[in-house]
C-alpha cells in the first residue's frame, strides 16, 4: 500500500505540490488526471526520487516505510517503478546489459541470489515475447533509435521483468498510436496482480479504457481535489478540467 | 615580436651536457650521426616547449621536466634470460596477456629479441640499433616524424633502440604485431625507443603497443613510432598508456600515407602522470581513409595531452578524429587537433570531435580544434563537448535500480566504449575494456 500524506513540494521555490494526500491499496489501479502543470509528472518523479526537488513536508509510506528518505536506487529495489513519459537514450549501453544489471542491482539489494544467465535470458524472452519486441532491439543501445512506441514498450519490459510492488505509468499513453497503445496497455493488464499496485498518470480517459481503474483521482493545484470511480474519467471527458482548475485555488 | 631565449632550465643544461657523451656511446653510422646532431642542434636552438609555443600551450615542458635523466642501459642478456625464466615479472601487467599476437618486447628502451617472437609470412622484424650501425633498412627513418617539435628532435638525438619491422607487399599478416614496451629498473631513467614500420602496398596488420612501467618512479619516456602506409595498404594500430603513475611520457606517431591506404590508430592512457601523444599523418595520395581517435581515463593530479596535425596534402582524403577524457580529481585533459587542408586537396572530408566528461569541480580540459582549410570544396567539421554525467541520464538508472557508483560506472563505459568500438580486434578491444571496467571500479569503491 503506498500513502501519500500532506505533500509539499516545490523546484527552484516554485511550489507545485501543495499538500497533495492520495492512497492506493495493493492490487488497485489508481488513475491520476488533471489538467497540465497541475503537478502529476512531479508527483511522479517525487515518489521515484529524482534529487532535483525539495520536499518540505509529508510523508510517502510504502507499506508503512518512508520513501523519501531512501535514494532512488533503493526506493526502486523497494518495488517503486516508474515508467517514464520520455524514457532516456544511452548510447552505448546494450539494452540487454542495461536489463541485466538492473535486475541484478535490485537483486543484490534485497539480499537475493543472483540470476542465472540461462534463467535471465529465459525471462527476457518471454516477456519481450509478450510485448512484440524484437531480439536484435535487445542488443541495440538501450532506446537508440527507437520509435515512440518503442521506447514505451521497453518500459513495460523493464517493469515486467523487475516485478515492482507499486508502478507508476507517467503519461505512458502520449505519442503512442492506436496499435502501439493496446500493446502497452496488455503489457500493463498481465502484471496486475493482488499485491501490485499502479498510478496512471494521463491526460485522456482513452488510455483508461484499456486499463481500466478502481479508482480515479483528479489534480489541481498540486492537490487531489476529487475521487471516484472510473466513471469519473468518463465525466472529466464530457466536461473538461474547467470545473476543477479553480476549485482549490 | 623578437623571439627571446629564456634562461635554460637545469633539464636542459642537463641534456645539452649529456649529448656529447650520447653521441659517441648510441649506436649509429656517419648518416646516423649526422642525423642525432642535426636534432640535438635543432633542440638546443629551441630548447623545451613551454606554454608560449603553440603547440606545446597547455603542456609545458619547461616546467614539468624538472631535470634530465640518465639514458637507461640496455638488459645484459643474463639480465633477458633471467627475465625469461621469472614469468611472473613479464605476465604482470600485461593489459595484452591473453591476445593471440606476433611479440615484440622492448625493455628499456632496447629490443630483447630472446623475448621475442615473430613468424609470419611478409614479416621482417630487425634490431634498430644494428640497423643504425649498418644503415640497413633505415631509409626512411625520420621522413615521416619531422616536425620541427622539440620532443622529435630529442628522440631523434637519444633514441637508444628498437625495432625496423617490414610488412611486404601485399601481406595479409595473420595475427596483431604485439610492440610491448617495458620500462623496468627501480632507478628512475631517461628512455628513447623508436620504431619505424614500412608496410608494403595492399598489405594489412594490426599493430598494438603497450607500455608500462613501474609506479612511483618519476621515469622519463620519449618515444617516437613512425609508420609507412603504403598505396591500398590496411592498418589499424592502438597503443595503451599504461606508464607508472609518476612516469613522464612524451610519444609521436608519424605516419605517411600512400594512395588509397586506410589508417586507424587509437591511444588509450589511463595511468601516467604526464602524457603527452602526439599524431602527424601526411597524406601523400588521393582516397585516402585516416581514423585518429584517443580515450583517456584521468585521475588524481594526472595530465594528459593529445595533439594531432594533419596535413591533407592530396584530394578526395577523409579524415575522422574521435577523442575522449574522462576526468576526475584535480586531473587536466587536453585536446589539440590541427587539420589543415591544403590548396590542392579538394573533395577533403574531415570531421573532428573531442568529448570530456569532468567528474570533479577541479578536473580541467582543454579543447583547442584548429582547421585551416585552404581548398574551397571541402566538408569539414569539428565539435567539442565537455560537461558533467547528465543527471537526468544518471536518474534514470537509479531508477531502475543501479546503484550511483554503477550507473555512473556504466555511463563512463559506454561513454568510452563509443572510441573503443573502433578497434576491429576483438580481443585486443575486450582488452581495453576491461581496463575501463578496473578503473571504474576503483573510483566506484573510492
Known amino acids: 500500500m503506498l500513502e501519500i500524506r500532506n505533500l509539499h513540494v516545490s523546484i527552484e521555490d516554485k511550489k507545485i505540490l501543495n499538500g497533495l494526500n492520495l492512497t492506493v491499496h495493493d492490487g488497485e489501479v ?60 544511452i548510447p552505448g549501453v546494450a539494452t540487454m546489459t542495461f536489463l ?22 529465459k525471462r527476457v524472452r518471454d516477456q519481450a515475447g509478450h510485448l512484440g519486441i524484437p531480439q536484435d532491439m535487445l542488443k541495440r543501445g538501450l532506446n537508440v533509435g527507437f520509435s515512440g512506441g518503442e521506447k514505451k514498450r521497453m518500459e513495460i519490459l523493464q517493469m515486467a521483468l523487475l516485478e515492482p510492488k507499486f508502478c507508476i505509468l507517467d503519461e505512458t499513453d502520449s505519442g503512442l498510436d492506436i496499435d502501439a497503445l493496446k500493446v502497452v496497455s496488455e503489457g500493463v493488464n498481465r502484471l496486475r496482480a493482488k499485491d501490485r499496485s499502479f498510478l496512471v498518470i494521463t491526460h ?9 481503474p478502481d479508482t480515479v483521482h483528479v489534480m489541481a493545484h498540486g492537490q487531489v481535489v476529487k475521487s471516484g470511480g472510473k466513471e469519473l474519467a468518463l465525466e472529466l471527458e464530457a466536461n473538461g478540467y474547467a470545473d476543477y482548475k479553480t476549485l482549490a485555488a | 615580436m623578437s623571439d627571446v631565449t629564456p634562461i635554460r632550465t637545469p633539464a636542459e643544461n642537463a641534456l645539452i651536457a649529456a649529448f656529447p657523451a650520447a653521441r659517441k656511446s648510441l649506436p649509429g653510422n656517419a648518416h646516423v650521426i649526422a642525423l642525432r646532431e642535426a636534432a640535438f642542434n635543432r633542440f638546443e636552438a629551441k630548447g623545451l616547449p613551454h606554454r608560449r609555443v603553440e603547440e606545446w600551450k597547455y603542456t609545458d615542458l619547461r616546467t614539468a621536466l ?35 599476437a606476433h611479440r615484440v618486447v622492448i625493455v628499456n ?53 628498437g625495432v625496423v619491422i617490414d610488412i611486404a607487399k601485399g601481406a595479409s599478416v595473420d595475427k596483431p604485431i604485439y610492440l610491448r614496451f617495458i620500462v623496468m629498473g627501480q632507478e628512475a631513467r631517461a628512455i628513447y625507443p623508436r620504431v619505424l614500420v614500412t608496410v608494403g602496398e595492399g598489405a594489412a596488420v594490426t599493430l598494438i603497443e603497450a607500455h608500462q612501467g613501474g609506479d612511483g618512479i618519476a621515469y622519463q619516456t620519449n618515444a617516437v613510432v613512425e609508420i609507412k602506409a603504403g598505396a591500398k595498404s590496411h592498418i589499424q594500430h592502438i597503443r595503451l598508456n599504461a606508464h607508472g603513475d609518476a612516469a613522464i611520457d612524451l610519444s609521436s606517431l608519424g605516419t605517411d600515407l600512400g594512395e588509397a591506404a586506410e589508417f586507424k590508430s587509437m591511444n588509450f592512457v589511463m595511468r601516467p602522470a604526464l602524457a603527452r ?45 574521435l577523442f575522449k577524457h574522462v576526468i576526475d580529481d584535480e586531473a587536466v585533459g587536453v585536446f589539440q587537433g590541427k587539420i589543415v587542408v591544403q590548396p590542392i586537396a579538394q573533395k577533403t572530408d574531415g570531421r573532428m570531435m573531442s568529448q570530456a566528461i569532468l567528474l570533479s569541480d577541479d578536473a580541467t580540459m582543454y579543447n583547442k580544434p584548429e582547421l585551416e582549410i585552404f581548398a574551397d570544396d571541402v566538408a569539414c567539421g569539428h565539435g567539442a563537448t565537455c560537461g558533467a554525467l547528465d543527471d537526468d541520464l544518471l536518474f534514470y538508472l537509479r531508477a531502475r535500480g543501479l546503484p550511483k557508483p554503477e550507473a555512473e560506472a556504466l555511463m563512463l563505459a559506454a561513454f568510452i566504449g563509443e572510441a573503443l568500438e573502433k578497434i576491429e580486434n576483438d580481443s585486443v578491444r575486450e582488452a581495453l575494456e576491461a581496463q575501463t571496467q578496473a578503473w571504474l571500479l576503483a573510483r566506484a569503491v573510492k
Not at chain 1, 204 to 212: A, C, D
Request: with cysteine.
Open chain 1, 30 to 89: 489508481a488513475a491520476i488526471m488533471g489538467p497540465n502543470g497541475s503537478g502529476k509528472s512531479t508527483l511522479s518523479y517525487v515518489i521515484a526520487g529524482k534529487p532535483d526537488y525539495d520536499i518540505h513536508d509529508g510523508e510517502i509510506l510504502l507499506d508503512g516505510e518512508n520513501v523519501l528518505e531512501m535514494d532512488p536506487d533503493a526506493r526502486a529495489a523497494a518495488g517503486i517503478f516508474l515508467a517514464f513519459q520520455y524514457p532516456l537514450e
Open chain 1, 100 to 121: 541485466k544489471a538492473a535486475m541484478q542491482a535490485q537483486r543484490k539489494a534485497r539480499g537475493e541470489e543472483e540470476l542465472s544467465t540461462a534463467e535471465f535470458m
Open chain 1, 204 to 212: 485522456y480517459q482513452r488510455l483508461l479504457n484499456y486499463i481500466v
Open chain 2, 66 to 100: 624538472r631535470d634530465a635523466l640518465p639514458l637507461a642501459d640496455a638488459l645484459n642478456v643474463a639480465d633477458a634470460a633471467a627475465l625469461a625464466q621469472s614469468d611472473s615479472c613479464l605476465s604482470s601487467g600485461d593489459a595484452f596477456a591473453e591476445l593471440d
Open chain 2, 109 to 161: 628502451g632496447h629490443f630483447v629479441p630472446s623475448l621475442s617472437s615473430v613468424n609470419a609470412q611478409g614479416v621482417t622484424v630487425n634490431d634498430l640499433a644494428e640497423a643504425l650501425s649498418t644503415g640497413a633498412g633505415i631509409d626512411a627513418l625520420g621522413t615521416m616524424a619531422k616536425a620541427d617539435d622539440s620532443a622529435l628532435a630529442l628522440n631523434a638525438a637519444f633514441m637508444q633502440g
Open chain 2, 277 to 321: 601523444h602526439q599524431v602527424f599523418a601526411r597524406f601523400s595520395g588521393e582516397h585516402i581513409k585516416l581514423d585518429v581517435s584517443g580515450a583517456a581515463l584521468l585521475k588524481g593530479k594526472q595530465h594528459a595531452d593529445s595533439t594531432l596535425y594533419v596535413d591533407h596534402a592530396m584530394p578526395h582524403g577523409e579524415s575522422r578524429e
